[in-house]
């Protein structure tokens, strides 16, 4: 049941956006809301807290919500309730009618990851993240990521079917991340947030009642975290009804961007005073300036009003930024064993020419503008920093050549001992130049590379300024200075061929000693690329979205002269499931290790090198135990059979492609119609990270015996293969 409290029509409607109060010095607090990864905090809060203190505004609070919301969840009471909750379930729908609801079948699928869990796991599991000897295990650190996985169904069975994917959420599902209408209505925004309702009221409502903030900023940097983002707004509005309630960060941008209705945005952010599409400082800067002075907020740069829909983005120097606030954050708190920095010494890219790319602040560009932060204020950031850990990712879209030897210098140069990684270009003059060996003096221990293909005909068209031919000489460079190369890269670029799309896994095979991880996805179309303002260059059709999508993240597109439509797709049915395995070496994916430039993976490069993982003795025990496997009798003939995501995703394409409704509402007959389960029996394994196998009949998987055991081990590793 919701417990929204209606809005007054004239925050809605009101033409005069409100003006600052005049107050002094003002009091703000800046919200990192749920969901994301929290493992490491994102690094825009201290950026903005570091400008807005040079600025004199020194009044502040910043709040991790993410991380604070999974504490929460994770004390052992509440998460022995999500156990018992799920085994209530499990219990309720076997009681209940066969078949059951297709919504049914999948929670009851969700209530196994239960079995095999105690209500100490959650916290246990967290505990082995922060251990600087059991996070370098590999079998014990398996354990903890396996609860991970059992914990994300458990939240799972109070969301909307389908919603939440790990620490994040799916863009469609039960409920539209790309709809306006369901952005905009507090009963959907709702049921996303309902797992973390305890903690919302509970302690963030105590950190609310602090004090009267003048103003309460939200930064969405992800799509995962605008549902709940919105519905803390409307919690935080109930509770400071004068309180400024300020939207910003990456998220928010791209709602403003790929939405055309201005009235719909403010709809989304109904509960907000005020949005910031593009980078925050100099705008939190102008409002709390506004606030303190009384001013119109019209007034301010990059900032919209109900007035004013359509600011001017600027893009501000960084040569002349304050530094990041590091100390706003509690760093023993994230799940890590030490502290992984974030900081961005470039923003924008200098490359700047990619086709499909279609990102962050751009505006007649790919992204945003390339601007440079001198290296000697670089290196000062970093000693800052540095007071809090030593490892740093450097949160950059693409460094210049130039810029990079000559930050990696001053780093190999510097009694610093920062161990580092980053995003670059695959330039082909780091083996004439002997950048690795320069990288490595400098601490790097990893890099990530876009990729993209192994043809060159489909990298000529994306315009990514790279011959194929030379990435074997760059990843040499690399490889034979200890760095780790990561790479990532899509098939489905319009006019792409099953062979040019085999020749991207193909390189990966060919050159597998050169590169440690590697993810490849599926080409989305989005509106703001070259490819979507050019259609005809590309050979290709811009088609219209479901009507229910009018945030327009992705667009279909037709293959010109073809009926055949492309629509978002998580797979590329082309590509033999063999070969999707062999980039795969390791079982985990972000937040954890094997993941691409996640936060844990760094971890692993500084203390194992390139080959992340350490050499491990054949079946090694983990030290400590999370999680059992335990055998499960089931009271349906099959578990196989049943209603899953995978089918709830499969409606969710049809009804797009069909253009059909895709919002909440629209699930509901499909989800209330009958499931596929029988009467009858069945056994199922359920293994550590919570995938089921379903058991021959007739044999005793559970007995404590050689046979038993053998068995066990062949139906798991089958499983996991």
């Not at 490819?531 to 260059?537: F, M, T």
């Not at 055949?564 to 070969?579: F, G, K, L, V």
Request: hydrophobic content about 40%; overall charge negative; charged content about 25%.
């Amino acid at each position: 049941m919701s417990v929204f409290v209606p809005l007054e029509p004239s925050r809605l409607n009101s033409p005069a956006p409100r003006s600052g109060q005049g107050t002094g010095d003002v009091p703000y607090l800046l919200v990192n809301p749920p969901v994301t990864d929290p493992t490491t905090p994102y690094h825009s809060i201290p950026y903005l807290v570091g400008a807005a203190r040079a600025a004199g505004h020194g009044t502040y609070a910043c709040v991790d919500a993410n991380l604070d919301a999974f504490a929460h969840l994770s004390r052992p009471d509440r998460f022995g309730a999500a156990i018992d909750r799920a085994r209530r379930l499990r219990a309720a729908i076997e009681a209940g009618p066969v078949p059951p609801t297709r919504h049914d079948e999948i929670r009851y699928r969700m209530t196994l990851a239960a079995e095999g869990l105690t209500p100490t796991s959650a916290r246990d599991a967290i505990a082995v993240f922060k251990d600087p000897d059991l996070f370098y295990h590999p079998p014990t650190y398996a354990q903890a990521v396996a609860v991970m996985a059992r914990w994300w169904d458990l939240i799972a069975l109070e969301m909307p079917p389908g919603a939440l994917d790990g620490f994040s959420m799916r863009a469609k599902s039960t409920v539209n991340l790309c709809s306006t209408a369901d952005m905009s209505d507090p009963d959907v925004v709702a049921s996303v947030a309902r797992p973390f309702e305890g903690y919302l009221a509970e302690e963030f409502g105590a950190r609310l009642r602090e004090r009267p903030w003048g103003l309460v900023g939200l930064s969405v940097n992800y799509t995962s975290q605008l549902p709940v983002a919105l519905r803390m707004a409307r919690l935080i509005r109930e509770a400071l009804p004068d309180t400024v309630i300020v939207f910003g960060g990456t998220e928010v941008g791209d709602v403003v961007k790929y939405t055309e209705d201005r009235d719909r945005v403010w709809q989304v952010f109904q509960d907000a005073d005020l949005i910031v599409p593009g980078e925050g400082e100099t705008a939190l800067i102008g409002i709390l300036d506004a606030i303190r002075d009384g001013t119109d907020f019209d007034r301010i740069g990059g900032v919209m009003t109900r007035t004013r829909p359509d600011p001017l983005i600027a893009y501000g120097s960084v040569a002349t930024l304050a530094g990041p606030a590091y100390d706003v954050w509690e760093w023993d708190r994230y799940w890590s064993p030490e502290p992984v920095i974030l900081y961005s010494p470039t923003r924008g890219c200098y490359w700047n020419k990619c086709t499909f790319c279609d990102y962050g602040l751009n505006t007649d560009r790919p992204t945003s503008p390339s601007r440079e932060r001198p290296v000697a204020a670089v290196l000062e950031d970093l000693r800052e920093a540095t007071r809090f850990g030593r490892t740093v990712y450097f949160a950059v879209d693409a460094m210049s050549p130039r810029y990079l030897r000559t930050l990696a210098a001053a780093l190999a140069a510097s009694p610093m001992e920062v161990r580092w990684s980053a995003e670059l270009r695959l330039e082909r003059t780091f083996p004439k130049r002997s950048v690795g060996e320069l990288l490595a003096a400098s601490g790097c221990v990893a890099v990530s590379f876009g990729y993209e293909s192994g043809a060159q005909r489909i990298l000529d068209l994306i315009d990514k300024g790279v011959q194929i031919a030379n990435v074997p000489g760059v990843l040499t460079e690399l490889a034979r200075n200890g760095i780790a190369a990561q790479m990532m890269g899509f098939t489905g670029f319009p006019t792409e061929s099953e062979t040019e799309a085999l020749a991207t896994y193909e390189f990966l095979q060919d050159h597998e000693k050169l590169w440690t991880t590697a993810g490849i996805g599926v080409f989305n179309l989005t509106p703001g690329s070259i490819v979507a303002k050019d259609p005809d260059r590309f050979g290709i059709e811009l088609l219209a979205p479901s009507a229910s999508d009018d945030i327009k993240r992705y667009l279909p597109w037709r293959k010109a002269g073809t009926q055949e439509d492309c629509w978002p797709e998580a797979a590329d049915p082309r590509i033999p499931q063999e070969y999707i395995a062999s980039t795969r070496r390791v079982s985990f994916d972000r937040p954890f290790v094997g993941g691409i430039d996640s936060a844990h993976s760094l971890l692993y490069y500084a203390r194992y090198g390139r080959e992340l993982l350490p050499e491990a003795a054949p079946n090694e025990p983990p030290r400590v135990r999370l999680v059992e496997e335990p055998v499960l009798n089931l009271r349906f003939d099959s578990f196989d059979g049943l209603t899953g995501v995978d089918d709830l995703m499969t409606e969710v394409g049809r009804r797009s492609r069909q253009r059909l409704a895709t919002t909440a509402s629209a699930y509901d007959a499909w989800l209330e119609g009958a499931g596929s389960a029988g009467p009858g029996s069945c056994a199922v394994l359920v293994l550590a990270h919570g995938d089921i196998v379903q058991l021959p009949p007739g044999v005793d998987f559970s007995a404590d015996s050689p046979l038993g055991r053998a068995l066990r081990l062949m139906v798991t590793s089958q499983a996991r293969i």
